[in-house]
């Protein structure tokens, strides 16, 4: 019986903005220009135009604050939330339609000048035999089959030539006792289900203290 585990990953976009203001104007504007005429995006929400007049009052305001001119900051600063917070709202009205078509997100958010955040790496999950918390144990962790599963456990200490059976579990965990100090022992299970028992797992091996 093979068991497998299918998940699905959201695309979502990653809006980190560039903190110079020539930067942020230039990717500002290639939001606008790369969602102008872009089939993907036939209503866009808040419209390019009041973008591009954002991006247009930002850009005077941050040409005033260089002269360095009384105010000047702060009235560029406003402008710049004000270029903010309309991206914001692109970017939600991107990811609607970005989630509406799973199969072709990344490049429908890409193709509007936004970035695709990049998935969490995560260690795979494997099955451990670890030391136990006294000598001539060993705690044994494997990777859950679900609610309903429970589990065979059997270990060697020939190196995989005979198997001793362990006591089955309704978790994915267990603990053998009575292991020769110095040994090493190799352990391995399989996951029983409704529609039997699955295949044994890789052996893991410990040396028992």
């Known amino acids: 019986m093979t068991m497998a585990n299918k998940t699905t990953h959201r695309i979502t976009i990653s ?42 009052e930002l850009h ?3 040409v005033t604050a260089t002269s360095r001119a ?13 270029v903010v917070g309309l991206l914001q709202q692109a970017r939600g009205y991107v990811q609607g339609v970005a ?8 490049s429908i958010i890409e193709s ?11 260690a795979a999950r494997t099955f451990e ?4 918390a006294v000598s001539g144990t060993a705690k044994l962790v494997a990777v859950s089959a679900g609610k309903r599963a ?23 965990k267990t603990g053998v006792t009575g292991l020769a100090s110095g040994s ?12 039997g028992e699955g295949d044994w797992s890789q052996t893991v091996a410990l040396l028992v203290k």
């Open 70 to 82: 009384k105010g000047a900051t702060t009235v560029r600063d406003e402008k710049r939330t004000v």
């Open 184 to 195: 090493t022992v190799v352990f391995r299970y399989r996951a029983v289900l409704k529609g």
């Open 15 to 56: 809006l980190n903005f560039p903190k110079k203001e020539a930067d942020f104007l230039l990717f500002a504007t290639n939001v606008t220009t790369k969602m102008t005429n872009n089939p993907s995006f036939p209503n866009p929400t808040p419209s390019l135009a009041s973008i591009n007049a954002a991006i247009a």
């Open 112 to 122: 509007a000048g936004f970035a695709v955040r990049k998935a969490p790496t995560r």
């Open 99 to 106: 989630d509406a078509a799973p199969e072709n997100a990344a």
């Open 60 to 62: 005077s305001a941050q």
């Open 150 to 172: 429970s589990y065979e456990w059997q270990y060697s200490t020939d190196g995989g030539k005979t198997w001793i059976l362990a006591p089955a579990t309704l978790q994915a």
């Open 129 to 132: 035999a670890r030391q136990g």
